[in-house]
Structure formats: structure tokens, C-alpha cells
């Protein structure tokens, strides 16, 4: 079965996205870039917070096989698998205050003119939830 293909520059829709308390105030706004071939996938993404970029890039499969790396507080596990429609990417990483974890699930909207990422971050003594809210800028 065909997947959907998520390829395109986003531009962040701060006003319709759904922050949590801790990020709404300070999120400027942001994009994020894809070029997906399934099973490969390329994330770009950067968010500007109080006048500060935060960028973020990552290379996945989306075939669920598991991806292990080294971090400074030991090593850190990553996959990406569909759920339906849905993509999702879970990020596993060690830190002082013990392990986090971030899971994000990309889905289409409007037709293909929306990308919207859910972000569950849970871990380490944070626990946060966004929806995040991407407009098509370009594919």
C-alpha cells in the first residue's frame, strides 16, 4: 500500500498549532524540511524560540528497524514506522536526569497542504505535549 509522501518545505503555523505552556510564549516560528523516499526519510527542522534557532536534522527508515548512536550519558535508541497514514519517529536518549523519550507523529491534512507533528515528550522530569502546525510552503 502507498504511503504518503511528506516531501516539501513547511512553514510553522504558530497560530494554529497547540502549544504547551512551556513553549508558546517563546516560539517565533520556524520550518521544517522533508525529502522523503520511503523507506528513506530526511528531516530538517528549525524553530526559532525567543530570537534563538533551534535545528534539528535527522536521517530515518521507516521499516521500524531500530537505530542505536552514542550521546555524552551513554547510548540513545531511534525508529521511525507507519501507523496507518501516520509516521512515527520515537527518540530515546539518555541523559543525567535518566532516559527521555520524544515521539513525534507526522500525518497529512487538507489534502496534503497541512503537515501536522504531535510531540509527546515524556522523560527525565519533563513531561510535555505539543501539536505542531505546518503549512505547505513548497513541495
Same mark, same amino acid.
Do not use: C
Given at each position: 500500500?502507498?504511503?504518503?509522501?511528506?516531501?516539501?518545505?513547511?512553514?510553522?503555523?504558530?497560530?494554529?498549532?497547540?502549544?504547551?505552556?512551556?513553549?508558546?510564549?517563546?516560539?517565533?516560528?520556524?520550518?521544517?524540511?522533508?525529502?522523503?523516499?520511503?523507506?528513506?526519510?530526511?528531516?530538517?527542522?528549525?524553530?526559532?524560540?525567543?530570537?534563538?534557532?533551534?535545528?534539528? /536534522?535527522? &536521517?530515518?527508515? %521507516?521499516?521500524?528497524?531500530?537505530? +542505536?548512536?552514542?550521546? $555524552?550519558? *551513554?547510548?540513545?535508541?531511534?525508529?521511525? /514506522?507507519? &501507523?496507518?497514514? %501516520?509516521?512515527?519517529?520515537?527518540? +530515546?536518549?539518555?541523559? $543525567?536526569? *535518566?532516559?527521555?523519550?520524544?515521539?513525534? /507523529?507526522?500525518?497529512?491534512?487538507?489534502?496534503?497542504?497541512?503537515?501536522?507533528?504531535?510531540?509527546?515528550?515524556?522523560?527525565?522530569?519533563?513531561?510535555?505535549?505539543?501539536?505542531?502546525?505546518?503549512?505547505?510552503?513548497?513541495?
Amino acid at each position: 500500500m502507498q504511503k504518503p509522501d511528506l516531501s516539501g518545505e513547511w512553514a510553522l503555523n504558530r497560530e494554529a498549532s497547540q502549544l504547551s505552556s512551556e513553549v508558546a510564549p517563546v516560539v517565533d516560528g520556524g520550518f521544517v524540511r522533508v525529502t522523503h523516499l520511503d523507506p528513506q526519510i530526511s528531516v530538517h527542522l528549525s524553530i526559532s524560540m525567543s530570537g534563538k534557532p533551534f535545528e534539528f /536534522r535527522f &536521517d530515518r527508515v %521507516t521499516d521500524g528497524r531500530e537505530l +542505536t548512536w552514542e550521546s $555524552p550519558d *551513554g547510548p540513545g535508541v531511534s525508529h521511525a /514506522r507507519w &501507523d496507518g497514514d %501516520t509516521l512515527v519517529f520515537s527518540d +530515546t536518549t539518555p541523559t $543525567p536526569n *535518566g532516559a527521555m523519550t520524544i515521539v513525534f /507523529r507526522y500525518e497529512l491534512h487538507d489534502e496534503g497542504r497541512r503537515l501536522r507533528a504531535a510531540e509527546q515528550l515524556r522523560g527525565a522530569g519533563r513531561e510535555m505535549d505539543n501539536v505542531w502546525i505546518f503549512d505547505r510552503a513548497r513541495s
